[in-house]
């Protein structure tokens, strides 16, 4: 019997665990696939440097509730705002020209697109709507329950009725979370 059982415990923790992960596209494939299925966009502008940026990805993007609800209800995308890839976005062509690859791991250049949504700190995290327009940047470091006020308000579309702060700071003190931290 103790046999079995050392077998079955061994088993257990010889089958590799699968990590939750979020569906990261590129900017451009997300717009492709919102003409085929609307959704909205979530879009994190990270450095390589940033240390909350790293917080971010480990603590909030690897939460199982954030992971579940970012891949049924949003196209998400990862974009470094220092980095040197070209990006299609509604026309127009963006780069980072003056990107040096010596500090890639270091602050760079802000690349063009990053200064199209007017990206001042990092982490960022841009909500687009179902047809590209701009929502609105949300700033910093969020827990996962602190991001789950963000992506139910987009995705519910109640941000529509906001007509000022006060509205909003109604919403967010009416808010129950409801994902793990």
């Not at 990006?87 to 780069?95: D, E, I, S």
């Not at 063009?112 to 609105?136: K, M």
């Amino acid at each position: 019997m103790k046999k079995v059982l050392f077998i079955a415990i061994a088993l257990i923790f010889a089958i590799p665990l699968q990590a939750q992960e979020i569906n990261w596209v590129s900017l451009e494939e997300a717009v492709k696939l919102q003409k085929k299925k609307p959704k909205k966009i979530m879009m994190d502008v990270y450095t390589n440097w940033c240390g909350p940026c790293k917080m971010l990805d480990k603590n909030t993007f690897h939460n199982k509730d954030v992971v579940d609800y970012v891949n049924k209800h949003y196209y998400a995308v990862k974009f470094n705002a220092e980095g040197n890839e070209t990006v299609n976005f509604k026309g127009k062509t963006y780069t980072n020209p003056n990107y040096d690859p010596a500090k890639a791991n270091r602050r760079n250049s802000v690349h063009q697109l990053a200064r199209y949504f007017s990206i001042r700190s990092y982490p960022t995290i841009v909500f687009l709507g179902e047809d590209g327009e701009f929502l609105t940047p949300v700033i910093g470091y969020k827990k996962p329950q602190q991001l789950e006020l963000y992506l139910k308000l987009f995705k519910e579309g109640d941000y529509k009725d906001f007509k000022t702060q006060d509205d909003f700071t109604a919403y967010y003190e009416a808010f129950k979370p409801e994902f793990s931290n």
